[in-house]
């Protein structure tokens, strides 16, 4: 009985490989030419098919890792395989975000994104705030500056009370501020100066006023009296005038220390070629010691004005009333370098003469 090849071997032993045949012309190159011999037919190998594992089965197999020391446990440095994974363990996919952790990405990235646009824009419009905010500023402080002094306009706090009176000699102040009692109990923003005047203007001896506000209810009424420059004879009477020609007062007879003005003509506020305004000027020029000695000053013209000097009866010739500060220094010298001269013309102030 003929038993297949490879009965006798032991399970587990791989045959031996079965060598490929020969070529044709290789067997007949080497086959001898000997006598012919009876074939023999060597049994045909059986070899098993491997079986394949299952599919669940089919995992990569991971090269073996060295074994590593020993460690102690702790909480910092677990041991493999209790729940940590190495980074060659874990797959790439393992660490990427999540949604969650995209979102809060993004939240945080657009926070960051409009704090540095706010921030540029505080940078570059520093300037035009600053002028924006002194603008602001301005007009605040303007608005309240209107609101306070409107309510204070209108407040019954700055009513006027008292009214005081200073400069005046001969005029009664009482009845000054008698005058002005129509505008009591009105608020000092609010007093009226049109009225204020038309009162005053009743006292022709007022020749100009000022009104000063003293908070929170009183006013100062400071009066510049007319001064008078010399008594005009009208008939009987002799009337006080002022450089303006307006009438200070008048008596039967004539002012003592006062001189006499014959001259016709109206004020220089009214003609400014009149003999009255040549004359007028002569005596505003004249030093107060001058002034005292002259008795009578007349003029036809502008351009002829004389007068007369008391105690002496001396003339002095003035001429028009230009170049008068010079001409009146001419004369004080004159009064004290020629005392007992009748006549003193000092029309041409640089070449002055005495009779």
Not at 323 to 345: E, F, I, P, R
């Given at each position: 009985?003929?038993?297949p090849?490879?009965?006798?071997?032991?399970?587990?032993?791989?045959p031996?490989?079965?060598?490929?045949?020969?070529?044709?012309?290789?067997r007949?190159?080497?086959?001898?030419?000997?006598?012919?011999?009876?074939?023999?037919?060597?049994?045909?190998?059986?070899?098993?098919?491997?079986?394949?594992?299952?599919?669940?089965?089919?995992?990569?197999?991971?090269?073996?890792?060295?074994?590593?020391?020993?460690?102690?446990?702790?909480?910092?440095?677990?041991?493999?395989?209790?729940?940590?994974?190495?980074?060659?363990?874990?797959?790439?996919y393992?660490?990427?975000?999540?949604?969650?952790?995209?979102?809060?990405?993004?939240?945080a990235a657009?926070?960051?994104?409009?704090?540095?646009?706010?921030?540029?824009?505080?940078?570059f419009?520093?300037?035009?705030?600053?002028?924006?905010q002194?603008?602001?500023?301005a007009?605040?402080?303007?608005?309240?500056?209107?609101?306070?002094?409107?309510?204070?306009?209108?407040?019954?706090?700055?009513?006027?009370?008292?009214?005081?009176?200073?400069?005046?000699?001969?005029?009664?102040?009482?009845?000054?501020?008698?005058?002005?009692g129509?505008?009591?109990?009105?608020p000092?923003?609010?007093?009226?100066?049109?009225?204020?005047?038309?009162?005053?203007?009743?006292?022709?001896?007022?020749?100009?006023?000022?009104?000063e506000?003293?908070?929170?209810?009183?006013?100062?009424?400071?009066?510049?009296?007319?001064?008078?420059?010399?008594?005009?004879?009208?008939?009987?009477?002799?009337t006080?005038?002022?450089?303006?020609?307006?009438?200070?007062?008048?008596s039967?007879?004539?002012?003592?220390?006062?001189?006499?003005?014959?001259?016709?003509?109206?004020?220089?506020?009214?003609?400014?070629?009149?003999?009255?305004?040549?004359?007028?000027?002569?005596?505003?020029?004249?030093?107060?010691?001058?002034?005292?000695?002259?008795?009578t000053?007349?003029?036809?013209?502008?351009?002829d004005?004389?007068?007369?000097?008391?105690?002496?009866?001396?003339?002095?010739?003035?001429g028009?009333?230009?170049?008068?500060?010079?001409k009146?220094?001419?004369?004080?010298?004159?009064?004290?370098?020629?005392?007992?001269?009748?006549?003193?013309?000092?029309?041409?102030?640089?070449?002055?003469?005495?009779?």
């Amino acid at each position: 009985m003929k038993r297949p090849q490879g009965h006798d071997r032991t399970p587990g032993q791989t045959p031996p490989a079965a060598q490929p045949p020969a070529p044709e012309t290789e067997r007949r190159a080497s086959a001898p030419r000997a006598t012919t011999t009876p074939a023999v037919t060597e049994p045909i190998p059986i070899v098993s098919a491997p079986v394949s594992p299952p599919v669940e089965e089919r995992r990569p197999v991971r090269a073996e890792r060295p074994v590593r020391a020993e460690r102690p446990a702790s909480s910092e440095h677990p041991e493999p395989g209790t729940g940590t994974r190495s980074a060659a363990d874990t797959s790439p996919y393992d660490r990427l975000p999540s949604n969650r952790d995209i979102s809060k990405a993004l939240r945080a990235a657009r926070k960051e994104r409009k704090r540095v646009e706010r921030g540029e824009v505080r940078r570059f419009t520093k300037r035009s705030r600053r002028r924006r905010q002194a603008w602001l500023g301005a007009a605040g402080v303007a608005l309240a500056l209107v609101l306070g002094v409107t309510l204070l306009a209108f407040s019954p706090v700055l009513a006027l009370k008292h009214i005081e009176v200073t400069g005046a000699s001969r005029l009664d102040p009482k009845d000054i501020a008698a005058k002005l009692g129509d505008q009591l109990g009105k608020p000092l923003p609010l007093l009226d100066q049109a009225g204020i005047s038309h009162d005053l203007a009743a006292f022709p001896l007022i020749r100009s006023y000022t009104v000063e506000s003293h908070p929170p209810d009183t006013i100062v009424v400071r009066v510049v009296e007319r001064q008078p420059i010399g008594a005009i004879q009208k008939g009987a009477a002799f009337t006080l005038v002022d450089a303006a020609k307006v009438p200070i007062s008048s008596s039967a007879t004539r002012p003592d220390g006062f001189p006499l003005i014959a001259a016709g003509g109206a004020s220089a506020e009214n003609d400014a070629d009149s003999a009255f305004a040549a004359a007028a000027s002569v005596l505003s020029a004249l030093p107060a010691a001058t002034l005292a000695q002259v008795d009578t000053i007349s003029a036809t013209t502008k351009d002829d004005v004389s007068f007369t000097l008391r105690g002496s009866g001396a003339t002095v010739v003035w001429g028009s009333a230009e170049d008068s500060d010079l001409k009146a220094a001419d004369l004080a010298a004159l009064l004290v370098g020629a005392a007992g001269a009748n006549h003193y013309d000092v029309s041409s102030p640089h070449s002055v003469t005495t009779g």
